[in-house]
């Protein structure tokens, strides 16, 4: 099993322009999150999915979309970055047991 | 609202010496709770969690935390430290909301480990 992917790892944008977070599991996993990393900040989550079908707003939602249109996929846009959307993004998911977590590798991305 | 304290964002310690981590909770009830270990330009890994029964618990890699109610901490040991032990270390709880697995972390403990 791969667990979580994430595509890409690494990303540079310009302000204003766009672009989309893949974010896949095959572990059969409801639950499906997007988190940012930012030094001395921690973990700060996104959006998140209970289901295919479904998302929801985290903490800090504004600037960014998800969809989940299959259950295995969960996409982050960003339509128009700025840059302090600069960070690091992690996908995570979590099944039957719902409060362990799995995390994928990370994207990078920077916003000039 | 519920929130997490990592008391030292860098820890420094000699191979072979203990290592302590620690972590602070707000809580109006018993939260769940968590260790994460993050190596260089790699996702977070579960190291060890809390739910119920055993106060002390034990994780990968030797490390083990102990759950202590009246003073709302968690905090991570490890008796011998270990090169390959240099990583960050993020504390996290899941308030029991009866909702979806919301997951709040601590700012995050980065650990060195020197000869």
């Known amino acids: 099993n791969a667990g979580v992917t994430q595509t890409p790892k690494f990303r540079v944008l310009k302000t204003g322009q766009s672009m989309t977070l893949l974010c896949a599991q095959d572990?059969?996993?409801?639950?499906m999150y997007w988190y940012r990393q930012d030094p001395g900040m921690g973990l700060r989550l996104i959006h998140y999915?209970?289901?295919?079908?479904?998302?929801a707003k985290g903490e800090v939602p504004d600037g960014y979309n998800v969809s989940r249109l299959k259950k295995q996929n969960f996409l982050l846009g960003l339509e128009s970055a700025a840059p302090s959307q600069t960070s690091v993004y992690f996908c995570?998911?979590?099944?039957?047991?719902?409060?362990?977590?799995?995390f994928g590798p990370g994207t990078r991305l920077t916003v000039t | 609202a519920q929130s997490v304290t990592q008391l030292g964002s860098h820890v420094s310690v000699s191979e072979g010496a203990l290592v302590l981590l620690r972590c602070n909770y707000s809580s109006s009830v018993p939260p769940y709770l968590f260790w994460y270990v993050q190596y260089p330009n790699q996702g977070l890994q579960l190291l060890l969690k809390y739910t119920t029964g055993a106060t002390l618990v034990k994780g990968i890699n030797g490390f083990e935390a102990e759950f202590k109610k009246s003073e709302t901490s968690f905090h991570l040991t490890k008796p011998s430290a270990h090169m390959s032990d240099a990583a960050e270390y993020f504390c996290?709880?899941?308030?029991?909301?009866?909702?979806?697995?919301?997951?709040?972390f601590g700012a995050g403990t980065r650990l060195a480990v020197h000869p």
């Open positions: 572990m059969n996993h409801e639950y």
């Open positions: 995570a998911s979590s099944g039957d047991t719902p409060y362990e977590q799995y």
């Open positions: 996290a709880v899941s308030p029991f909301s009866g909702g979806y697995n919301k997951l709040i």
């Open positions: 999915s209970v289901g295919e079908g479904t998302t």
